[in-house]
């Protein structure tokens, strides 16, 4: 369980104003380390946060979540599909089991032998709950660099959960309820681009994500771009790393970049064509005060033909 970020609108300014939810598992109020979780998932703790599992059903467009605290009676529950997604590129999925109960809302995307997905809470009782969940199928297949060369690019979408309210679109409702309780909140959510390059020569990972957004209960609010640094990738096609401040972002100036967060993930597919993984990222605008976020991202490998201009770069020789 996390703390909640504080966000203060003023027209289209926001300033930070207070501290954010706290992570259950945290213990300095937000950006402590998180402790394990329920069970042995491969996933770095970090970003597990306080999630367990996640089974995602392309075919059926069903979710099911283990070990997410508060939200439902069942250990493994079903998560409800929203028909038009708030993120391209990922299938929305939220879950509340009753009025006074905690919501909770979920990102997920799969490809052949990779899947990942990304759940929170809302902000109640000053915490909230949550974390990123990543998986591959089957024996790791190293991708095949073009050209002889030994570097490779993903691309694509991501998805994130930030510790505050976001805009409510199926909160059930508390009719009678003293406006004093704290009723339940659906979380904010971030979404952007991201790519990560890949060195099969030396191992290492590193990568950007980019034209991040948030989308809180007070209106969508620009984000910094972070960077994915110091990555190293395993042999069995794991890799994790560290992500910080991105120090040439125009729009948001700073002076030294500082470590924010961590990532992790894994490649995948029959030709080591997808990545899927997961970050944990906190303090990282001075819009909000004490935010974390838990993201995730599922990734296509840049291929000849495809035309969005990161792809066509990193293909370039």
Same mark, same amino acid.
């Given at each position: 369980?996390? +703390?909640?970020?504080?966000?203060?609108?003023?027209? #289209?300014? &926001?300033?930070?104003? %207070?501290?954010?939810? +706290? !992570?259950?598992?945290?213990?300095?109020? /937000?950006?402590?380390?998180?402790?394990?979780?329920?069970?042995?998932?491969?996933?770095?703790?970090?970003?597990?946060?306080?999630?367990?599992?996640? =089974?995602?059903?392309?075919?059926?467009?069903?979710?099911?979540?283990?070990?997410?605290?508060?939200?439902?009676?069942?250990? &493994?529950? !079903?998560?409800? @599909?929203?028909?038009?997604?708030?993120?391209?590129?990922? !299938?929305?999925?939220? %879950?509340? =089991?009753?009025?006074?109960? +905690?919501?909770?809302?979920?990102? &997920? #995307?799969? @490809?052949?032998?990779?899947? $990942?997905?990304?759940?929170?809470?809302?902000?109640?009782?000053?915490?909230?709950?949550? /974390?990123?969940?990543?998986? +591959?199928?089957?024996?790791?297949?190293?991708?095949? $660099?073009?050209?002889?060369?030994?570097?490779?690019?993903?691309? /694509?979408?991501?998805?994130?959960?930030?510790?505050? $309210?976001?805009?409510?679109?199926?909160?059930?409702?508390?009719?009678?309820?003293?406006?004093?309780?704290?009723?339940?909140?659906?979380?904010?959510?971030?979404?952007?681009?991201?790519?990560?390059?890949?060195?099969? =020569?030396?191992?290492? &990972?590193?990568?950007?994500?980019? =034209? @991040?957004? #948030?989308?809180? #209960?007070?209106?969508?609010? *620009?984000?910094?771009?972070?960077?994915?640094?110091?990555?190293?990738?395993?042999?069995?096609?794991?890799?994790?790393?560290?992500?910080?401040? *991105?120090?040439?972002?125009?729009?948001?100036?700073?002076?030294? $970049?500082? *470590?924010?967060?961590?990532?992790?993930?894994?490649?995948?597919?029959?030709?080591?064509?997808?990545?899927?993984?997961?970050? @944990?990222?906190?303090?990282?605008?001075?819009?909000?005060?004490? !935010?974390?976020?838990?993201?995730?991202?599922?990734?296509?490998?840049?291929?000849?033909?495809?035309?969005?201009?990161?792809?066509?770069?990193?293909?370039?020789?």
């Amino acid at each position: 369980m996390k +703390r909640i970020v504080a966000v203060c609108a003023l027209t #289209a300014l &926001v300033a930070a104003c %207070g501290n954010g939810p +706290r !992570e259950e598992s945290d213990t300095d109020g /937000g950006g402590g380390t998180p402790t394990d979780p329920p069970t042995d998932t491969g996933v770095p703790d970090a970003i597990a946060g306080d999630l367990g599992s996640i =089974n995602f059903n392309a075919a059926t467009n069903t979710l099911t979540v283990t070990g997410l605290s508060q939200d439902g009676t069942p250990v &493994v529950n !079903e998560y409800t @599909r929203v028909a038009t997604s708030f993120v391209d590129g990922y !299938e929305t999925f939220t %879950g509340q =089991n009753d009025p006074l109960g +905690r919501h909770a809302t979920a990102f &997920v #995307a799969s @490809r052949d032998g990779v899947q $990942a997905g990304v759940v929170m809470t809302g902000p109640q009782f000053n915490t909230f709950f949550g /974390g990123s969940f990543f998986e +591959r199928t089957g024996a790791y297949v190293a991708p095949t $660099a073009p050209e002889s060369r030994f570097d490779v690019t993903y691309y /694509g979408n991501y998805a994130a959960g930030l510790n505050g $309210a976001g805009p409510v679109t199926d909160l059930l409702p508390t009719p009678g309820v003293d406006p004093s309780v704290d009723t339940p909140s659906q979380t904010a959510y971030i979404r952007g681009l991201m790519f990560v390059n890949v060195d099969l =020569n030396d191992l290492s &990972v590193e990568g950007e994500i980019y =034209n @991040r957004l #948030a989308t809180t #209960a007070g209106g969508d609010i *620009d984000l910094p771009d972070i960077v994915l640094v110091d990555g190293t990738l395993t042999g069995d096609g794991t890799f994790s790393g560290n992500i910080e401040q *991105d120090e040439s972002d125009p729009d948001f100036p700073i002076s030294d $970049a500082s *470590d924010i967060g961590d990532f992790a993930g894994v490649i995948g597919g029959p030709s080591g064509e997808f990545v899927a993984g997961g970050t @944990r990222v906190t303090d990282f605008t001075d819009s909000f005060e004490g !935010e974390i976020e838990h993201g995730v991202f599922v990734l296509d490998l840049c291929v000849a033909g495809n035309t969005d201009p990161i792809c066509v770069n990193a293909l370039q020789p």
